[in-house]
């Protein structure tokens, strides 16, 4: 069992910031590829940014420039540092990891934390 528990999400005025904070645990080997997604209200999931385990970043166009994504691989945990927040940047943002449950094993991607709710108020 692998388990991505979000966290730091929360109210903001336009222009403000938050750190998210994703958590793994659990059955893991290893990490590959960490990124968080949101999903807008009446919007489909979308994806905001990724990192590999080596430190290869890539970001949604619209948080370029704003949006810092890391990771402590120590901790098995995923950042995202929210700056310049916009009231577009409103969603639910959900951690996804790539895992490897056993040594030399298969990566899935299939893991997701609960999600955090950001709200940005404009």
């Known amino acids: 069992q692998v388990q991505l528990v979000e966290s730091g999400g929360g109210l903001v005025q336009a222009g403000g910031s938050l750190r998210l904070s994703c958590a793994a645990s659990?059955?893991?080997?290893?990490?590959?590829?960490m990124g968080w997604y949101r999903r807008g209200p009446g919007k489909q999931r979308e994806l905001v940014a990724t990192?590999?385990?080596?430190?290869?970043?890539n970001y949604e166009n619209s948080v370029k420039g704003r949006f810092t994504i890391s990771r402590d691989d120590a901790k098995r945990t995923v950042y995202l540092q929210m700056n310049s927040l916009k009231p577009e940047d409103t969603a639910v943002y959900y951690c996804?990891?790539?895992?490897?449950?056993?040594?030399?094993?298969?990566?899935?991607?299939?893991?997701w934390g609960q999600g955090t709710q950001v709200t940005v108020s404009s």
């Open positions: 990192i590999t385990y080596d430190g290869l970043t």
């Open positions: 996804n990891a790539e895992v490897a449950t056993a040594p030399a094993g298969p990566y899935e991607d299939n893991y």
């Open positions: 659990g059955s893991i080997a290893s990490i590959n590829v």
